[in-house]
Structures are given as C-alpha cells and as structure tokens.
C-alpha cells in the first residue's frame, strides 16, 4: 500500500512516509472501514498460497473451496494418470480453474460463466499466473450455450461451485457480503438448486461416459437433495467433508453409457 518493502521497513523505521503514500493507506482505510470486505480493498485474495485478482464483481474464494480444488486434483490425477479435458463452471475469479491447470499441466481447461465482468477476471488472473493458453474462457448462461464452444463428449472432469443460497436466506449474511458481493454469486433460487437442476439436466452431452462431476454445496442436507436430483443422468460417487466436518462436496459419476 505504501510502495515501501516490508525489508525496508525493518532496517529503516525511522524514514517517514511520503504523503502520497499515507493519503493512499487512509483511503484504503476508509473503505474498510465502510464495510468493504478487505479482499475487495486490497484487490486479491490468497487462495491456496496464490493471490488472485478480487474484484466486487466477483465472489471472494472461501477456505471451504480451497478443499474443493484440492479434492478435483486428487480426481484428476486418478481419473486419466495425469492429462485431460476439465471444466469449472461458475469459475467468477478463476481461481479453481488456475489453480487446476497450474497443479494439473497436462490439463485442459474451460472456465465458464454467465458475468462478463467474471470472466474478465478470470482472464486476468489465468495470465497472471501464466496458464492463460490452456484455459479456454466461455460466457455463457448455461451448459446447453457452450456445446459450440466445447468439442461434445470432451470433458474427463467437471468442478462446479454454483449459487446456493436461497434466495430468501441471502439477506440473513453477513452484511458485508449482502452489500458487496455479486447476487448473482450467491442466488441459487428459491430452494438453492436452480443452478444444480440446470446443470445436471445439460452437462452430459458435454461429458465423457464415466466422467466426473464434483459439487460444492451448503452441507449436508443440500448434498443429500443434490445427489436425489443427479439420479437421473449421474451415478453417486461419493460425499466429502469440509474442515468443519460438514458433507459439503457431491462427487458424481456418468455412466458407461450416456
């Protein structure tokens, strides 16, 4: 914030401050202060020891998706003995799709999502970190909009941290996300599986047999409906906890024959 190294500051705390530099800390201050969650003050957040580019229109990543990535590595690895064809939907900042390609390198991505304004960030963040070449970015409101964009029957892999709150919950969070971050993040509808339902009734077509498809959600009680939703066009897979124990993440298989 000050331009001035924390090295510097150690072996010099008696210089002063320039008075650019301090009108820079006060403003920044003063947004917090406001309510301004800090990963929007400071413009990142660190997510699985990576700063990624945080912008209001995009969700702030959460400790519970760190958990999530690590999951679709391990899956990734196991499923294709180290390369192939991925997907993250709802991607907003692109950090789980980065951090995929970055810990997977003989993977290939695309990042989907419905905001323009995400997928901005996203980009921003995939060059920042340098896989922007094996990440293809696709703007879309649902899965059955991409089948242009992505070759059928291609997907070894898809990681998904949709909306899924209901709608009549959102205003009872934390006031800092109610005013800052985007709605749109956080809506799932009026039960919270809007976006579930869309999804699993369209990804299919985009997915290899025997592909995998893993959730997060709210907990246990949402994964539990989630998974009762997938029987129509997925296999259950499996069900892992967050570090609160909760069963948050839905693993989903398709079957031989789709």
């Known amino acids: 914030m000050t331009g ?8 010099r705390p008696e210089d002063e401050s ?3 530099s301090c009108a820079r800390v006060m403003a920044l201050t003063q947004r917090r202060a406001s309510g301004e969650p800090l990963a929007y ?6 997510f699985r020891s ?3 580019i945080t912008r209001p229109g995009v969700l702030i990543p959460r400790p519970e998706t760190e958990i999530l990535t690590e999951i679709a590595s391990c899956r990734m690895e196991r499923l294709t003995g180290g390369e192939g064809r991925f997907a993250d939907w709802c991607t907003g900042s692109g950090c789980i799709a980065v951090t995929l390609a970055l810990e997977n390198p003989s ?19 995939a060059a920042a970190h340098g896989v922007q070449d094996r990440i293809n970015f696709v703007k879309c409101d649902r899965p059955s909009d991409a089948l242009g964009s992505i070759p ?3 997907l070894d892999f898809v990681v998904s941290n949709p ?11 934390e006031e800092q996300v109610v005013r800052w971050e985007p709605r749109e993040a956080l809506d799932g509808g009026s039960d919270g599986l809007d976006v579930y339902r869309t999804l699993l009734s369209e990804l299919t077509p985009l997915m290899k047999p025997r592909a995998e498809l893993l959730f997060e959600t709210g907990g246990t009680d949402q994964a539990d409906q989630v998974g009762r939703l997938a029987g129509r066009w997925f296999e259950f897979a499996g069900k892992f906890d967050d570090h609160r124990g909760i069963s948050r993440f839905l693993l989903l298989k398709t079957p031989d024959m789709i």
């Open 41 to 46: 003050v400071l413009g990142n957040a660190i």
């Open 107 to 125: 993977w290939l991505c695309w990042a989907a999502d419905s905001s323009a304004e995400a997928i901005e960030i996203a980009r921003e963040n």
């Open 152 to 154: 059928p029957r291609s």
């Open 18 to 20: 320039s008075p650019e």
């Open 50 to 52: 990576r700063a990624f």
């Open 163 to 173: 909306p899924y709150i209901p709608r009549g919950e959102i205003s009872s969070l």
């Open 4 to 11: 001035i190294g924390r090295a510097r500051l150690h072996a």
